[in-house]
């Protein structure tokens, strides 16, 4: 019994001025800065489509049914669709029709605390007859 008090005696007296330490207070100076995290993030707004055009020779019959041609872009500070690239294909031939449709698209660009900036986006468009 003697020991466990003798051992409780001196494990406080290395705790106390540990404690004592760590609850000093800290200058201003070497105090982090804080860092602002926003909360005013606003996805951008499609404004304007296009459709798609068939170049001249091609009947609305050729358009394939049910085709889905997936697209990853980035909607740049203006609202226009750019580094567009295709995550899924259908064949390279409805794949560059699609492309150029949604260049002509345009998006109320994204912000955050109202200012505007680029913002990456994935679409999937569905070509139907």
Do not use: C
């Not at 804080?34 to 091609?58: D, F, K, M």
């Not at 609202?79 to 064949?91: A, L, N, R």
């Not at 260049?103 to 986006?121: A, E, L, N, W």
């Amino acid at each position: 019994m003697r020991h466990i008090l003798a051992a409780s005696l001196l494990l406080s007296s290395l705790i106390f001025p540990a404690v004592a330490k760590a609850s000093q207070p800290v200058d201003d100076a070497s105090a982090p800065t804080p860092v602002r995290v926003s909360t005013g993030v606003i996805a951008p707004v499609l404004l304007n489509t296009a459709s798609l055009a068939l170049p001249e020779g091609y009947s609305v019959d050729s358009i394939p049914s049910d085709t889905q041609v997936g697209l990853s872009f980035i909607i740049d500070e203006k609202g226009q669709p750019t580094d567009i690239h295709v995550s899924k294909s259908y064949d390279s031939f409805w794949d560059a029709r699609v492309i150029d449709t949604v260049r002509k698209f345009h998006y109320r660009p994204g912000t955050v605390d109202s200012q505007p900036i680029p913002i990456d986006m994935n679409l999937t468009v569905n070509v139907a007859r």
